[in-house]
């Protein structure tokens, strides 16, 4: 067993010293109280309340609709049902990209209101005035390189990122620019294993990756994928360690018939 699974609560020193100590990070995503609670009590290093809430909450095709006041929602949520795992919360499209004072004023609403340990927002360069606004404030900002959904109609395709040499050596300069700034971690999303594994030897802080191989310092997945609930997403670097959709439909449709058939409830079920 590991020294880090008897910590009590996990901090952002807690993943630096995992990096330090070669211990791999494990992270999910979470977006409400009881599977907080089942990924906590799992084991889990650090819960990602990701934007993806839009997707796999909402149904929405991209991240980009959801909204600040309904990420803070999530966020109340996933943090009541938390006890050791580092809380870390997306900060939506459209709330820190504008200007430096906009997204210090969303970092403070997702940590004040939310409850949130930390706030993850996309991008390298370009948002540097920002993460630096939010990181000044006190408050720990995880970085996120690669495949960034948040833009994805810049891009026009989900596929593999940094696959050119240009786009490899910006990625490569920006994660040690985020490190720079006083970023806490990095998520890489979706990048060829080898310059996963240049930019984590080019830094000090973790890198947790997505599709982004081995070599990183930690992973994460999104829970609903991860257990199986998603039948229609199916990426290459999806395990799925459960095929929930299928044990929940045969559930629902054995209710259905019990039900039918007045099989339930039986006389010990009833008062």
Request: aromatic share 8%; glycine share 8%; hydrophobic share 40%.
């Amino acid at each position: 067993m590991s020294v880090h699974s008897e910590i009590k609560k996990v901090t952002t020193e807690t993943l630096r010293k995992m990096k330090f100590d070669k211990e791999k990070i494990t992270m999910l995503t979470a977006y409400d109280f009881t599977t907080a609670k089942m990924v906590d009590a799992g084991g889990i290093d650090a819960v990602l309340i990701g934007d993806s809430a839009a997707n796999v909450m909402a149904g929405f095709e991209t991240t980009l609709p959801i909204t600040l006041d309904q990420m803070i929602y999530h966020a109340q949520s996933v943090v009541r049902g938390t006890d050791r795992a580092l809380v870390v919360a997306d900060l939506p499209f459209g709330t820190y990209q504008s200007n430096p004072e906009k997204a210090l004023e969303s970092a403070v609403r997702m940590m004040k209101e939310g409850g949130a340990h930390a706030v993850k927002i996309e991008g390298g360069k370009e948002i540097s005035k920002s993460i630096k606004k939010i990181i000044n404030a006190g408050i720990p900002v995880m970085g996120h390189l690669g495949l960034t959904p948040q833009s994805i109609y810049k891009f026009g395709t989900y596929k593999v990122r940094a696959k050119e040499e240009a786009e490899a050596e910006k990625l490569i300069s920006d994660a040690q620019l985020l490190e720079e700034l006083g970023c806490f971690s990095i998520v890489l999303e979706k990048i060829p294993a080898e310059l996963a594994k240049k930019v984590t030897e080019s830094i000090s802080i973790p890198t947790i990756g997505i599709g982004a191989g081995a070599h990183c310092d930690g992973q994460v997945l999104v829970y609903h994928d991860m257990v199986g609930m998603n039948q229609g997403f199916s990426p290459k670097f999806l395990r799925r360690y459960l095929d929930l959709y299928t044990e929940i439909t045969g559930a629902v449709a054995q209710y259905v018939k019990d039900v039918k058939n007045v099989d339930f409830p039986n006389e010990k079920e009833s008062y």
